[in-house]
Structures are given as C-alpha cells and as structure tokens.
C-alpha cells in the first residue's frame, strides 16, 4: 500500500497549471464516475458538479476568484455545487431511482421514504444547506484521491466569491450554490510550489488511540 | 483506471461487520497516512482522529448511535473530530510547523499568518465549526477511497448523537466535536445489502458541461 501513500505526497495544491496540457476525456469520465460513485448521506447525493470548458465563462470565474490564474489556465474546472434546499422531491426522486435499480415496488420502500422526509423536514434551510454542502466535500476528498492515483494534478478551492459564481452560473435559480471549486489538469513546470516540502502536523498531534 | 471505478463499486455502506476480523497494524497505519495527508483549508487540519478500539467505550457509543452494530462490530472505529473554535494558536502552530518543515524563518511568514488571522477573525465560531468540519469531510472521502483500494469495508455514518459522543469522549473540553464516524472493518458475509446494486443518480442527472 505504499503506492497510495507514494500518490498523496506526489499531489499537492498546484498554484500554476500547463495550459497546453489536457485530461484525456477517458481520464475525465473516469474521475466524473469517482464523483458519481461518492457516498452520500441517505444516498441523496444532494449535489451537482459543473464542468466549466468554455473560455468565456472561465474568465469571468477567475474574476470571481481574486484572479487566480488556475480557474483559467487548468485542463478542466470542476465546481462542486451542493442544492440549497432538499426537499420531499429529491425523496420521492431517490425512491423512485431506488425501486427501480432494486426491483422493487416503490410502496415497499414507503417507511423509508417517510423516515428522510420527517429527519429534513425539521432541518431549517440553513442546516439543509450545510449539510449538503458536506456530502459535496466528501466527493471532493474521492475526487483528490483518484486524480493522485491518476497523476492528474488538483486545487481543491474556497477562495472565491459564491455569490459572483452564482451569479455567473445562474445557480441561485437551479436551486444551487458552488460549495468548493477544484480545477484539475497538469502542473507547470515553472510552479516552484511543486518542490515545496508538505507540511503536515504530526501524527501525534494528529490521532489519538481510545 | 477500470481498477478505481471497480474499487469504488465493490464498495459499500456496510450494515453488518464481521467482528472477527480485524484490520493488520500495518492497513490501519496506511489508513491514518491517508487521513494525515489529507489537504485542508490554508493546511490548518483543524481536526483530530481518534480510533476507538476500547470495547467498553465503544458500547457507550454504540449507545448513542440508535443502538447500530456497525460501532462495536467493526475492526476499528474512526471518528473525525475537528475543532469546535479555529484560532490564533493553530494559525502559529501551523506557522511554526511550515517554517520548520521548509527550514523558513517564521518572520517570513508573517504576512501569511496575518492574512490567516484576518480571515478566521471575521467568522464567528458557528461558521468557524462548520468550516472545520468540511474539512473532516474531505479527510473521509480520501479514507472512503483508500479503504477501497485496500478492500477494507467502511461505512460513513452521520446517525449518532453528537452531544452524547461529545459526553462520552469528553472532547468539548478539548475544543472538539464529532463531526462524522467511520467504523472500518471486514462485512460479514449475512450482510445481505452487500449484494443490493448501488443506487446512484445517472450521469446526465448529476453531471453538466458547460
């Protein structure tokens, strides 16, 4: 297992990407099923993840992001946005998906069904909106992962004006907020970042044994 | 890369461990490399990890986890603390750590630091917990994914009591909170779940290019 460890040292958050270098689309589909194969509470995957190819609309998100020059410059940009509000729709959807992938009748399933909707029912908008803000970032840490295995560099990223991407975006609309942005593709040579050594606390610090 | 995609189906949320088997030392430390690897926001690791083998501590938790067999049954139980309040002491010790593990003088990270601690001093402590335990969460996709690769079962679990955990562990007191829990282990082979098909929405419902 000393490959997975091997693969995390190698990755590190790329501060200047090699705009000429492109994930392959088979590269791509695979780390798109990564995303999609993340656990997520009650299985709800209360989420949606945008790939932002278009040049224009990159500018116009760097503009949103203090101008970091990843969000232009890497293969692809990858905005992991969590729905603001779950409600009994997004249930009835995940049932309906369920009975169907299981072969099973929908009725059978109804105390499950009437066990999530109660649990969010007493979750105020707010609370909705983290929580499904965490699943997102439960599929960002698969998604670092599989793009080290891959050796595919990644940014994992929260410095950038939610408000402006979803502005841009037109997420309020959709019922969606950007949660984390993580733009992916391959480092440059000229980003002296990559020679810097990790800094980790210890693992004494870190973990406790009870 | 057929080999991820096949590692992230064979997993599952696993109902029912088999408490005979256990996870090697030398997993369980490849494990806790993950989770120590884990990027966060500004390289804080605003958490801590703590692994519950203690089978009378486990009890008391599986007491505050609506009674779920996952919390003693399994080889080990993980739970991802993070801090309840971020503050000036963890940006310096972070500083401190940085310098010494890049041979820097701390001086020079001054504006770093003083850019840190302007931003941590603008949240209050509700948006500070809830920005640290996103954190955890990207600590328990890397897990969820090396668990994976390393056919070691694990089931996220956010179905506890987090104030009966806080009691239990006694981790107020040490500025923390339980913010998820990951028993890993071995399915045992009664499990019937393990051979439901995954539910997932599909790819268009999930994923937009734009």
């Not at 270098?21 to 791509?28: F, R």
């Not at 009975?99 to 399933?109: D, F, I, K």
């Not at 109660?118 to 599989?146: C, F, P, V």
């Not at 891959?150 to 994992?156: E, G, L, Q, V, Y």
Request: hydrophobic share 35%.
């Amino acid at each position: 297992m000393k490959t997975i460890i091997d693969n995390l040292n190698w990755r590190y958050a790329t501060k200047k990407f090699d705009s000429s270098k492109k994930v392959s689309q088979e590269n791509l589909e695979t780390l798109l099923e990564v995303l999609r194969l993340t656990p997520s509470s009650y299985g709800l995957q209360p989420y949606k993840f945008l790939i932002i190819e278009n040049p224009e609309v990159r500018e116009k998100l760097k503009e949103k992001s203090w101008g970091q020059t990843q969000i232009t410059d890497a293969s692809h940009l990858i905005v992991l946005c969590s729905y603001i509000d779950v409600n009994e729709t997004h249930i009835d959807a995940h049932i309906t998906n369920t009975a169907s992938t299981r072969g099973m009748e929908v009725e059978n399933l109804k105390g499950y069904s009437d066990f999530m909707k109660n649990t969010i029912s007493q979750l105020d908008t707010e609370r909705k909106q983290i929580w499904n803000s965490k699943q997102a970032y439960i599929a960002l840490g698969q998604l670092l992962h599989a793009c080290a295995t891959m050796k595919i560099d990644a940014t994992p990223m929260e410095g950038y004006d939610p408000a402006g991407y979803d502005e841009v975006l037109g997420l309020k609309e959709k019922n969606l907020h950007a949660s984390v942005v993580c733009p992916i593709g391959y480092r440059s040579e000229e980003d002296a970042t990559q020679h810097f050594a990790k800094v980790r606390k210890s693992k004494e610090d870190l973990i406790e044994f009870i």
